[in-house]
């Protein structure tokens, strides 16, 4: 039984080039910064960078993973701070803050060395 | 109201976009690959016989991917009534060139199955600034998108982007530290503590009556009442009790940003101080002392790693 206040396991995604190139491709995401490095170097980042849609995605994954195959995801709200480079290690960390009466809110932070790339929340239903 | 505004409010009186149908409808090939790259492996999206058995009672696609089925993809463009599009040219015109998204709000009211065709539209909710931020000077925009299947609405998002005009980089490449530190408050109680980083020693407050250890010093013993204090020399030795990362607000002196640690010493006591020269922090860090002499008054101490 899901508790307010439960802690989600601590997840690590190694964002290699191939991972942020092949989810930003998977999302249709054809943006040069995603997948051109000498591009994205030269218009300011550092490296290629997680594309937007690719964070939303792994926070739905992250909570699913957590909560069972027949969680049902209704919201995902995200925040976006730091870039998520290649060779980044994005951290999430997540936690259930409340009970509404269709489910729960999942609050989710997931950390890059610069910061948080992203900060949100999900609302979920689950089976009683 | 000026130019700016005036763009905006016109764009947002004519409410939401056409609706425009997404190139392929939902299909498990792309779910495929979508979940191939995020590595999810729920089986409600790839396997039919686990999804028929699941709630959903068949296939389904990832709600995240809501707007993947309707990305313009590698050589398509934003129609010309497209209201982000027409916005971020109105900004683009006024010099507020470059562009970060800042929030998605996703709402999924069910989940598609493939062969679903989804159409979307979009509409100009906000227009806000101009505003000072930490990129520069720009304008927050945001826009609600609803996705639907027939008259169906299946699923919406309220997206914002700040769309900026760059600050001017050289003058900021490099934080400036070279500000004069902040000096502690050196009293009766204290003294012998700056008196001691100066000599290269690390003084621990000893009670001159039951001998117990103390830090941070004060005037009297709250073991016994004394107020005779005495000192012990630590070994400087210890271990990570607990640690935080300093970022924000900037600190004279220091370049953000910098760990402070609270260090167990091995005589007991607990000890805060900068922690330097660490790859990664973690409780439980074996530390010693290295003191920095800053003037002829003052050395202050600090932690790196040890062996």
């Not at chain 1, 989600?8 to 995604?13: A, K, S, T």
């Not at chain 1, 926070?59 to 995902?76: I, M």
């Amino acid at each position: 039984m899901i508790q307010v206040g439960d802690s989600l396991p601590e997840w690590h995604v190694e964002a290699t080039p191939t991972f942020v190139i092949s989810t930003a491709l998977a999302t249709r995401d054809f943006q040069d910064v995603h997948h051109d490095r000498d591009l994205a170097v030269s218009r300011g980042s550092k490296d290629i960078f997680v594309n937007i849609l690719t964070t939303t995605g792994l926070v739905q994954r992250y909570v699913t993973d957590w909560a069972g195959h027949d969680a049902l995801v209704r919201e995902v709200n995200i925040r976006l701070g730091a870039p998520c480079y290649a060779y980044d290690t994005l951290k999430f960390f997540g936690q259930v803050v409340s009970r509404e009466e269709a489910g729960l809110v999942i609050e989710v932070v997931g950390r890059v060395p610069q910061g948080d790339h992203v900060v949100g929340t999900v609302k979920i239903e689950v089976a009683a | 109201m000026n130019e700016i505004e005036k763009e905006a409010a016109r764009i947002a009186e004519q409410g939401e976009s056409p609706r425009r149908l997404a190139r392929d409808p939902v299909n498990l090939p792309m779910i495929r690959n979508w979940v191939e790259a995020i590595g999810d492996t729920n089986p409600v999206y790839t396997d039919p016989e686990a999804a028929a058995k699941s709630v959903h009672e068949g296939l389904v696609a990832p709600p995240a991917m809501a707007q993947v089925w309707t990305m313009y993809g590698l050589n398509g463009q934003r129609g010309g009534d497209d209201p982000l599009g027409a916005m971020m040219t109105v900004l683009d015109d006024a010099g507020f060139t470059s562009v970060v998204a800042t929030n998605s709000d996703q709402t999924y009211h069910r989940y598609l199955r493939p062969d679903e065709h989804v159409a979307v539209t979009t509409r100009l909710e906000d227009v806000t600034g101009p505003k000072r931020t930490a990129l520069g000077e720009g304008w927050f925009v945001t826009t609600t998108s609803t996705w639907y299947v027939g008259d169906e609405v299946v699923a919406e998002m309220r997206f914002r982007v700040l769309k900026f005009r760059p600050a001017a980089k050289p003058a900021e490449a490099k934080p400036v530290v070279s500000t004069p530190v902040i000096k502690p408050a050196i009293n009766r109680d204290t003294e012998y503590f700056w008196e001691g980083t100066r000599a290269g020693e690390l003084r621990i407050q000893r009670c001159g009556g039951c001998g117990l250890l103390r830090h941070p010093p004060g005037p009297m013993c709250p073991e016994c009442g004394a107020t005779k204090p005495k000192y012990l020399v630590s070994e400087g030795r210890g271990e990570v009790y607990s640690y935080v990362v300093h970022h924000h607000p900037r600190v004279p002196g220091k370049e953000v940003p910098f760990v402070v640690a609270l260090v167990e010493l091995e005589e007991g006591v607990r000890m805060l101080g900068e922690l330097t020269g660490a790859a990664e922090v973690r409780v439980g860090l074996p530390v010693e002392v290295v003191f920095t002499k800053v003037d002829d008054e003052l050395t202050m101490p600090s932690w790196r790693p040890r062996a």
